[in-house]
């Protein structure tokens, strides 16, 4: 098999039509070109999707035996044993792993994978599919070798290892409903750029929409995977004039900082408000109620993520996408509603 490359300095000065010294200058002193130059020059390696190699892609074998993560997060447990499965699995290799955060910013994103592939990362492994299409255009370009997790969509000749966040998270929703409750509030992630949350909240409107029988949401409120923020959304939801019976958050943070609230403002949990998470971090383990909620299969997405990535690495096509089962966690946290 015949592997494609990715573009090379040489590719950008034969585009801009300058020397390779001109172009080394413009990265590295850019003062000392001419502007007419360095715009040449920016423009072709934009287009070729090129990135200067700091980390020694110059080797003969290509390989620098380093693979790039690129996770939303570090805040909270949400990312951690999936992370840890996937380092592990890696190691066996002997391959080391690189970690970036992007904060749930998309421009962070992109930054961090061109710095990723600078530095020679071999494949990187990214959560979820919600991208701009420069992102992927310059994946592309640079024929990254990529694995996406968390999520069940790919794009045409993409893989994952994830699972399906809109039926985990209409699934939970109609155990609510079947145990009584009919008027739902959703503290949904940010679903700018997050097509995990997104999924989560239009997976239990759908299953809202299904269930019928009166069952409704009273309010949505989207708020960051942290527990201040929680409180404040629940909050909102305890402002409007149609009081839910069951509030379904899209994480266990969330709702721990849900349920939190609703202590201090002296209601009687899980008697006078049901709350459903989403993770089973530890977290949902050490709340008071015990928190029901959707437990995501981390370990096993990470290990797959690695064992896919490896392969894509070292030239492998025959293979495909997974995607694994989440389990409903029944704990304190869900009962039936009060009956008026």
């Not at 942290?226 to 266990?252: G, R, S």
Request: glycine letters at 8%; aromatic letters at 6%; hydrophobic letters at 45%.
């Amino acid at each position: 098999m015949v592997k494609s490359t990715a573009p090379t300095l040489e590719d950008v000065a034969k585009m801009a039509g300058v020397s390779t010294a001109s172009i080394s200058r413009a990265l590295n002193d850019p003062d000392k070109v001419a502007a007419s130059t360095r715009e040449k020059i920016e423009k072709a390696i934009e287009t070729l999707g090129y990135t200067p190699n700091f980390g020694g892609r110059a080797l003969a074998s290509s390989r620098t035996n380093t693979v790039g993560a690129v996770i939303p997060s570090m805040a909270n447990a949400m990312f951690a044993s999936g992370l840890q499965a996937f380092q592990e699995a890696l190691a066996v290799d002997g391959v080391t792993l690189l970690v970036a955060t992007t904060g749930f910013d998309s421009e962070q994103e992109f930054r961090q994978i061109k710095s990723l592939v600078g530095q020679g990362a071999d494949g990187l492994m990214l959560i979820g599919n919600d991208r701009p299409d420069k992102t992927w255009d310059f994946i592309d370009k640079r024929r990254v070798a990529h694995v996406v997790s968390w999520c069940n969509v790919s794009r045409e000749g993409q893989f994952f290892a994830g699972f399906d966040n809109a039926t985990a998270a209409g699934d939970a929703a109609e155990r609510a409903m079947r145990l009584g409750h009919r008027r739902i509030a959703v503290i949904s992630g940010q679903t700018a750029s997050n097509d995990r949350a997104k999924a989560r909240r239009d997976g239990v409107y759908a299953a809202v929409a299904r269930f019928g029988d009166g069952a409704r949401i009273t309010h949505e409120v989207e708020a960051p995977y942290l527990i201040d923020d929680a409180a404040a959304a629940f909050d909102q939801i305890m402002a409007q004039a149609e009081k839910p019976t069951v509030v379904l958050c899209a994480n266990d943070a969330l709702a721990a900082g849900a349920m939190m609230r609703a202590r201090e403002i002296g209601m009687s949990l899980p008697d006078e408000m049901s709350f459903v998470g989403f993770d089973d971090v530890g977290l949902a383990r050490v709340v008071t109620p015990a928190l029901t909620t959707v437990r995501v299969p981390q370990i096993e997405m990470g290990r797959a993520a690695a064992q896919f990535l490896l392969a894509k690495i070292a030239g492998e096509n025959d293979l495909s996408s997974t995607t694994f089962a989440t389990e409903f966690i029944q704990r304190e946290s869900l009962k039936p509603p009060r009956l008026p």
